[in-house]
């Protein structure tokens, strides 16, 4: 199930810069344009870090030493 997330994430962020960068270029709305190609980076970035693997399959090792 997290599949179909990740990839519903990285197609709307694609459709993101596409729509940015022809905000930017014809001039329309450039401050709305750099606000939506931020918003794609901050996707990606997420998905990058939900795909970045983890220790012993994702349990979360803690120092007990306190």
Known sequence: MENWILSILMLSG??????SIYLI???????????????AAV?????AIWT?????NGAVVTDSTG
Not at 52 to 56: A, D, K, Q, S
Request: hydrophobic share 50%.
């Open 14 to 19: 694609a459709a993101l810069v596409a729509g």
């Open 25 to 39: 270029r014809t001039g329309k709305n450039r401050k709305q344009g750099w606000l939506m190609l931020i918003a």
């Open 43 to 47: 996707m990606f970035m997420n998905v």
């Open 52 to 56: 970045i693997p983890t220790p012993e």
